[in-house]
């Protein structure tokens, strides 16, 4: 159990790291283009339906590679 909750840990930590290095490079994560946002006078609905697909194909393939072995 401690092993696991470690590689989450470290998992979280380098996300972070991409998410801050990548807005510094221009690009962010959960800005993607098709994105839905709908903003209002009394607020605002926002779906990251491009950035969860990105996201769902990349955990598929870490998946499948730990799968292979």
């Given at each position: 159990?401690?092993?696991?909750?470690?590689?989450?840990?470290?998992?979280?930590?380098?996300?972070?790291?991409?998410?801050?290095?990548?807005?510094?490079?221009?690009?962010?994560?959960?800005?993607?283009?098709?994105?839905?946002?709908?903003?209002?006078?009394?607020?605002?609905?926002?779906?990251?339906?491009?950035?969860?697909?990105?996201?769902?194909?990349?955990?598929s393939l870490i998946s499948w590679?730990?799968?292979?072995?």
């Amino acid at each position: 159990m401690g092993r696991y909750l470690i590689g989450i840990g470290v998992l979280l930590v380098v996300a972070g790291l991409v998410v801050m290095v990548g807005e510094r490079l221009g690009f962010r994560p959960g800005h993607l283009p098709g994105d839905i946002r709908i903003e209002g006078k009394r607020g605002g609905f926002y779906f990251p339906i491009v950035t969860c697909l990105l996201i769902s194909a990349l955990l598929s393939l870490i998946s499948w590679l730990f799968r292979s072995r």
